[in-house]
C-alpha cells in the first residue's frame, strides 16, 4: 500500500468511524481501524462487535492518490492523535514490511505496528450484497425520528427486543417504535415507497441512535438497506451497518388509549423549564402534575433536600381537572426531544398512561408515560 | 434573610466559588456554599479544607437588593442547578423558618433545606486581619507565571514541601519555584516593593493554580496578602484564601548549573508539535533528542507500538553536537506554557540536566529536565 491523502479528509474519516470503535473490546483486532486502499478510493472502517461504520475518500474528490493497493488494521486512538497532530497538508501511508504502516508528514516519519486486514470483520452493505427490502429518506428526518424515540427504548437487559427501535412499514409510511413498559415513543415517517409493506426489524437502540447523530449533517437522503439479519444506512461516502434484534417486537397499537377525559394545551419550553427545576431535586423521581383552570401545577417534593412549586399558563384546556404523578426524568426527555412550540397532554384516567403530542405533528408523533401510584393519588 | 439578586450575576458568582466545593467532601458542611446577606452586599463563598473562595455583589452595583440581613449554607450543586435553570432576570432569596432556603423566580417556588451559616469556615482575609506582608501585582502576570511553574510541582506525597510553589521575595522580585526532584521551574516576576523582603511562603500547587484560573481574566492588580499560615489573593470582587504547607523549601538556586557546554534555539511551536507527535505514542516515556549541525532530531520507541522520528530546524547552534533522553510528557508541559516564539536548549552534560528558556525572557524563566539513563547513553 502506498497513498497520499489530504490530512483534513483523514481526519474527518476518522472522527466519523472512531465513534464504533471501543478502546477496551476484549478483541483487539475491534480496537483497531481498517485502512484499505483501492486504485480509486481509501476506504476507512470501525467496527464494534455490533455495528460497524465506513467512510469513503474518492480519488476523483481530489483527496487521495492511491499509488498501490493494500490494507492494513492499525491502533485506531494512536493512529487518529498523530494524523490529527500532523501539520502538513498531506499524509503519505505506506506498508513497507510486514504489518507496519509509515506515516510521512513533512519531516516526520512514524511508524506503527498494525494487524492483519483479513481479520477484520468485512461489510456486507459494502459487497452490494442483495438487501430483502431497501428505501431512501431524507437523512435529517430519520435522524430526527430516531432521535425523538430514543430514549423510550429499554435500558434493561431483561427483554433484549426493548433495547431496541421497532423499524416497521405501516400504512402511512415508516413507523419507529421504542418502549421500556413505563413509556412508549412512536414516530411515523410519511412516505410511499412499493414493496416494502409488511417489513420490519428491530435495530439496537444505541446502534440507530450512533447512526441518527452521523447523519444528521448529512443534507442528502439516507438509503436504508435491511437484510435477514443486518440493517445498512448509507448516505454520501458514510455507511454504518448494524446486527439486528431477533425476536418479536410486542404489538403496541393496543396499548394506545383511543378516547381521553380531557385536554391540556402549553407551551413547550416553558414547561421544559419547569420540570428542569423540579427535576434538579427529584432526579429521577416523583413529579406532580395538576390542572386547574387555565394553570398547570408541578410540585415535586423530596426528603431532606426540598421541595419545587412550578406553575405553567395553559393555552387551552377541556374536559375536567386532573392530577397525576410521573417519573421527571422521563417527561424530560420528551419534551427535550419536541421541536413543536406547543405541547398537548390528554389525561386518559388515573391508572392509564398520560398522552404527549407535540401539537404540530400530531398525526405522527405520539408519546405514552404511565403514571406513578403514590399515597396521594 | 431576603434579598433579590440578579440571576447572571448570582449565576457567575456560584461558577467562581463552586470551584472550591468538592461534591464528595467528607465534612457535610463543605459540600454547601455559604450566602451571607450584610446590609450593603451579598457575600457568596465556597470552600474546601485548604482554600476558600468568595464572591461579593455589591447593592451599588445594581446586582442586589437586600432587605433583611442573614445567611445560612445550602446544598452547592442544587443550588446552582436551580438558579441558572430560573428564567427571571430578578430572583429572590429569603429565609422564612429555621434552615430553610426560599428561592422565588417567576411563578416559580423551590424550598430548599440549608445548613447552619456558623458551623461554615471563617474567611480571615475577609475580616481584614493584620497580614505579615502584602503587595499588588498584576493579575494577568501573576496567573501566567503560576500556570508556568506549576507543571513541574510534585504529585507525589513522599515530600509535602514539593506538593507545592514556592513563594519568595527574592532582589529582582517575586520569585515562583517549582520542582518534583526531576524537573524544575522558575520563575521571576520582575516588581519593586518596600518592606516584602526575606518573606516566603508554600502554596499548595493546586490551589494556586485554581486562584491563577480565577485571576486570569481580572484585568486589574491581584493584591497578595500573606499571613502565618494563611496565602489570600484579592481582586475586585473576588478573593482566594489558601492555607501554606509548613516546612521548610529545599534550596535549589544551586542546581541550577551555571554554565553550558552548547546551546540550540528554535522555533517553540514546531518543537512543541513535534514532541506532541512523539508523546502520542511514547505517552510519558523516553524521547531522545539529538542535534546535528542546525537540525535537532526526535526519536521515539515503543516497544510493539512503533516509533516515531522527526526533525525539526535550529534557528542557531553553538557548541558541540549533544544527544539525550528526556522524559516527554514533561518536555511538552514545559513547552505547553511556553509563550516565547523561541525556545533556547542549553546541554550541560550528559548526566546534568538539560536548560530549558524562553528566548524572550531569558531573565526571568527558567526550566530545568534531568536526563533519563538510557542503555544508549
Given at each position: 500500500m502506498l497513498v497520499y491523502v489530504v490530512k483534513d479528509c483523514l481526519v474527518k474519516a476518522l472522527q466519523l468511524v472512531l465513534?464504533?470503535?471501543?478502546?477496551?473490546?476484549?478483541?483487539?483486532?475491534?480496537t483497531g481501524i481498517s485502512i484499505q486502499a483501492l486504485p480509486e478510493e481509501l476506504i476507512i472502517t470501525g467496527s464494534s462487535s455490533s455495528m460497524s461504520i465506513q467512510y469513503k475518500i474518492h480519488q476523483g474528490d481530489r483527496g487521495v492518490t492511491v499509488r498501490r493497493s493494500g490494507a492494513i488494521v492499525v491502533p485506531a486512538r494512536y493512529f487518529y492523535d498523530i494524523i490529527r497532530r500532523c501539520t502538513d497538508e498531506w499524509i503519505g501511508l505506506e506498508i513497507?514490511?510486514?504489518l507496519k504502516l509509515t506515516i510521512t508528514s513533512g519531516k516526520s516519519h512514524i511508524s506503527l505496528c498494525g494487524m492483519d486486514a483479513s481479520e477484520f470483520p468485512p461489510i456486507r452493505g459494502a459487497k452490494g450484497s442483495a438487501f430483502l427490502t431497501s428505501f431512501s429518506i431524507p437523512a435529517e428526518l430519520l435522524s430526527e425520528s430516531v432521535r425523538q424515540v430514543f430514549p423510550s427504548v429499554s435500558t434493561s437487559e431483561s427483554r433484549p427486543v426493548l433495547s431496541g427501535i421497532y423499524f416497521e412499514w405501516g400504512d402511512k409510511g415508516l413507523h419507529l417504535t421504542a418502549t421500556d413498559g413505563v413509556r412508549l415513543a412512536s414516530r411515523i415517517i410519511q412516505h410511499e415507497h412499493q414493496g416494502c409493506e409488511g417489513f420490519s426489524a428491530i435495530v439496537p437502540g444505541k446502534n440507530a441512535a450512533e447512526a441518527a447523530k452521523l447523519l444528521q449533517d448529512a443534507d442528502s437522503a439516507a438509503t436504508i438497506g435491511i437484510s435477514s439479519n443486518q440493517i445498512c444506512f448509507s448516505a454520501q461516502n458514510l455507511l454504518i451497518q448494524s446486527a439486528l434484534i431477533e425476536g418479536a417486537y410486542p404489538v403496541?397499537?393496543?396499548?394506545?388509549?383511543?378516547?381521553?377525559?380531557s385536554e391540556a394545551i402549553t407551551e413547550t419550553a416553558a414547561f421544559l423549564h419547569a420540570v428542569e427545576r423540579a427535576a434538579v431535586l427529584a432526579g429521577e423521581g416523583i413529579l406532580q402534575l395538576s390542572t386547574a383552570g387555565k394553570a398547570l401545577f408541578l410540585l415535586s417534593k423530596t426528603a431532606e433536600i426540598g421541595d419545587v412549586r412550578d406553575e405553567v399558563s395553559l393555552t387551552d384546556r377541556s374536559g375536567e381537572n386532573f392530577a397525576l404523578a410521573l417519573n421527571s426524568g422521563f417527561l424530560l426527555d420528551i419534551l427535550r426531544s419536541m421541536k413543536s412550540m406547543f405541547v398537548i397532554l390528554r389525561y386518559t384516567g388515573s391508572w392509564s398512561p398520560l398522552i404527549i403530542q407535540p401539537s404540530d405533528a400530531i398525526e405522527s408523533a405520539i408519546y405514552l408515560l404511565s403514571p406513578i401510584r403514590t399515597a396521594s393519588h
Open positions: 465513534r464504533a470503535v471501543s478502546a477496551n473490546s476484549p478483541y483487539p483486532i475491534l513497507l514490511e510486514g403496541v397499537q393496543s396499548i394506545i388509549p383511543k378516547r381521553y377525559l
